[in-house]
């Protein structure tokens, strides 16, 4: 039978390391929507592979052997010049300049060629999606390994420390698996849009963390860090029309096929 | 087109696809690193700056392409 004591830190590093589970699994159901699953879940396992072998091998010298500040940064910076490419493409599609297309009409009729060659349609591994969820998951993982190492040793009860952990990581994957279904009806630049902010917003955030930032309220800093984003991306599309408005009137073909824009 | 060509041509074209965006990152993970590390702003400053610096990237980026 667990003492109160004990049950606290169940509690605590449920509550932390929820925060945590939510961040990455946010970034795998990104992938996982975006490029597709395949990807997504074998970045994922990755992750989880190498974090296994660094907890068996460390134990709790993770704490003091793992670089997390560099991590971060690292992590931040890749995931900012990912995420920004991806908003500067969706802002363009917005503005009007590069045009929207009809991904789903264009799918099926590259399904229906690939059928007509007698080629099966097949959804190979995209390295920038794989290596996204990796490091993500990685960097979020050695996160709660942390959070259940330093509570665990607090009240010596690393064991309750995990045993929260780990329902945390049922309750995120759990609530994951049922709003994933919604999401992928969502239309195409939409979600590249919603999915470029919240890259470049964890990105910013992560790596501003690593670089020694004090983020107001932490990880609750998050959404202000996106919305920020939202806003100026918003101001961004205004002002990318105003100027095709007046390319239009001096006669200048505004709008280039998707792909002319990087 | 081997599997590992084609792996090396999408690394190039992510990293190299947008110079305005990449160099832009680089500079400010330096700016605020080299900040942080001088001490001339603390806390939510740096994160604050952070961001601004990001905007400004992506406002750069957009302006090669807005119509004249």
Redesign the interface.
């Known amino acids: 039978m667990m003492s109160g004591q004990l049950w606290g830190v169940v509690v605590a590093a449920f509550l932390a390391s929820l925060v945590e589970f939510v961040e990455a699994y946010t970034i795998v159901l990104v992938v996982g929507v975006t490029t597709n699953w395949r990807s997504a879940l074998a970045g994922a396992g990755a992750a989880m592979v190498t974090l296994a072998v660094l907890v068996t091998a460390l134990g709790t010298a993770l704490v003091r052997l793992v670089p997390i500040d560099a991590l971060r940064?690292g992590v931040?910076?890749l995931l900012?010049?990912?995420g920004?490419?991806w908003?500067?493409k969706a802002?363009?599609r917005y503005a009007g300049?590069t045009a929207l297309h009809d991904e789903e009409a264009i799918y099926e009729a590259e399904l229906a060629r690939m059928r007509e060659r007698g080629e099966q349609h097949t959804q190979g591994l995209d390295?920038?999606g794989t290596a996204t969820a990796f490091k993500s998951v990685l960097l979020e993982g050695i996160e709660v390994a942390f959070i259940v190492i330093t509570f665990g040793a607090q009240a010596s009860g690393v064991g309750a420390a995990a045993l929260g952990a780990a329902a945390a990581c049922v309750l995120v994957v759990g609530t994951g698996v049922l709003v994933r279904a919604p999401l992928e009806r969502v239309p195409e630049n939409t979600l590249k849009f919603v999915v470029g902010l919240m890259l470049?917003g964890f990105g910013?955030?992560w790596?501003?963390e690593g670089?020694?930032?004090?983020?107001?309220g932490q990880d609750a800093?998050i959404p202000v860090?996106i919305g920020?984003?939202l806003a100026?991306?918003s101001l961004?599309v205004l002002?990318?029309k105003r100027?095709?408005t007046?390319?239009r009137r001096t006669g200048?073909p505004?709008v280039v096929e998707d792909g002319a824009?990087? | 087109m081997n599997r590992l060509t084609a792996a090396v041509i999408s690394a190039y074209h992510f990293v190299a696809g947008d110079a305005v965006i990449l160099c832009g990152i680089a500079a400010s993970f330096a700016i605020v690193g080299v900040l942080a590390h001088m001490g001339n702003i603390h806390g939510a400053g740096l994160g604050a700056l952070m961001i601004a610096i990001v905007i400004v990237v992506l406002a750069l980026s957009l302006q090669r392409e807005r119509p004249r």
């Open positions: 940064v931040g910076a900012v010049l990912y920004l490419r908003l500067k802002i363009l300049i390295p920038v470049t910013t955030f790596g501003g670089l020694g930032a004090a983020w107001p800093a860090v920020t984003y100026a991306s961004l002002w990318l100027g095709r007046a390319a200048i505004a824009a990087r």
